[in-house]
């Protein structure tokens, strides 16, 4: 296990997380219409999110390295589809940027995004390698859309922006619990050498 590399996964996640509820948040509050289709704020936004996405899905990887899931099949599927549904969210923000609107392949992202961490959270409880606070954000971040975002869905057929915006703030918090496992593996090392 490389602690560099997991102190990297998790700074990515961590900014990735920052810039997603800073930006949506930030727009909402100056009135940026970043959600208008075919428009340049349009444009910005999913030029923007392509970045995003491609620092969570980097610094996703970061639990795998730092063993969070164990060696299971359950483990390796979970993450899998975890990883699966960040990969979506990277290919619908690119494809919505070349349409000028969002596409189809955007709408199964979050969905399955949240499914994949709720299932990693459940494999990281049961692998009992991270401890603490940290062993409990992989399955609250999936938890939050089916919480805050959906419901809204449901009642408005959209979801809030505010919710969505602050997904991008509990995945920060994800980010530095993946970051944080580096120096729990570092401590750990260490009680195993005395």
């Not at 599927?77 to 990969?87: K, P």
């Not at 938890?143 to 869905?153: A, D, N, R």
């Amino acid at each position: 296990m490389n602690r560099q590399t997991i102190k990297r996964a998790g700074t990515l996640y961590a900014i990735g997380g920052a810039i997603w509820f800073l930006f949506i948040v930030g727009s909402i509050l100056v009135r940026f219409p970043w959600s208008e289709e075919h428009t340049t704020a349009f444009s910005i936004a999913e030029t923007i999110f392509i970045i995003v996405q491609t620092l969570l899905l980097i610094g996703f990887f970061g639990i795998w390295q730092s063993g969070g899931v164990g060696q299971g099949t359950f483990g390796k599927v979970a993450f899998g589809l975890g990883a699966l549904g960040h990969l979506l969210f990277v290919l619908g923000e690119a494809h919505s940027l070349i349409l000028g609107e969002l596409a189809p392949i955007f709408f199964p992202a979050a969905p399955v995004t949240a499914v994949g961490l709720v299932l990693t959270g459940i494999a990281v409880l049961q692998a009992k390698q991270w401890q603490g606070w940290t062993r409990w954000m992989p399955l609250l971040t999936g938890l939050y859309p089916f919480l805050f975002m959906f419901p809204f869905v449901v009642i408005n057929g959209e979801p809030g922006s505010y919710a969505i915006g602050f997904w991008g703030l509990v995945r920060l918090v994800l980010g530095l619990a993946i970051y944080a496992q580096a120096s729990e593996s570092a401590m750990a090392a260490g009680e195993v050498a005395r």
